[in-house]
């Protein structure tokens, strides 16, 4: 049946999107031309859990998973938080703008997910979970280096609401998303 390169993310509403673009913009004005490569607004999403290449015919137990998972947690509220870097400033390689508020909810919806991956083959990750929206990536490793994103960043809410198994196809423009699966966080 074939592949999909696949993740689990969170939808983010259209003023957090263009509030989020707009930090980028500023951003981008304090650094030399063309060092990062910055998410288009349509493209911004929280990302749960990547899975990279999945088995179409995984995701009817995957989506399942997400159904369960979903039923088990209530929809809850986090909030634009401070931006910064990964790995850190002194060679920066992705930038983005954290979240807080409700931080437990959001780390136990996240190990949760982990264990419903488990079985499915996609072992829990032994990684720290930093819950994070990417902004941007730095095209050049090393091009920029000791770098702090300074950024007013509006307190905006964003709704976790809904687990989106999306499918994520690379083109040369950007990424095209497309939504294999909605499950909405609550609903037994």
């Known amino acids: 049946m074939g592949t999909i390169r696949a993740f689990i993310a969170v939808d983010l509403p259209a003023a957090v999107k263009m509030a989020l673009a707009g930090i980028a913009a500023d951003l981008d004005r304090?650094?030399?031309?063309?060092?990062?490569?910055?998410?288009?607004?349509e493209a911004m999403h929280l990302t749960l859990r990547f899975l990279g290449d999945t088995d179409v015919e995984r995701l009817p137990a995957i989506s399942s998973g997400?159904?369960?998972i979903a039923a088990a947690h209530r929809p809850f509220e986090m909030r634009l938080g401070r931006p910064g870097c990964f790995p850190g400033t002194r060679r920066p390689r992705v930038i983005w703008v954290g979240l807080a508020g409700n931080e437990p909810q959001l780390l136990d919806l996240k190990a949760g997910l982990d264990r419903a991956l488990a079985p499915l083959g996609w072992p829990v990750e032994d990684k720290t979970f930093h819950p994070h929206l990417t902004l941007g990536r730095v095209k050049e490793e090393g091009r920029l280096r000791d770098y702090s994103p300074e950024a007013v960043v509006p307190p905006l809410v964003v709704p976790v609401a809904t687990l989106?198994?999306?499918e994520s196809d690379l083109r040369p423009q950007?990424?095209?998303?497309?939504?294999r699966h909605s499950a909405a966080l609550g609903q037994a």
């Open 30 to 41: 304090t650094l030399s031309p063309g060092a990062v490569r910055w998410v288009r607004p």
């Open 66 to 68: 997400l159904d369960e």
């Open 164 to 166: 989106l198994l999306i």
């Open 174 to 179: 950007g990424p095209r998303y497309t939504v």
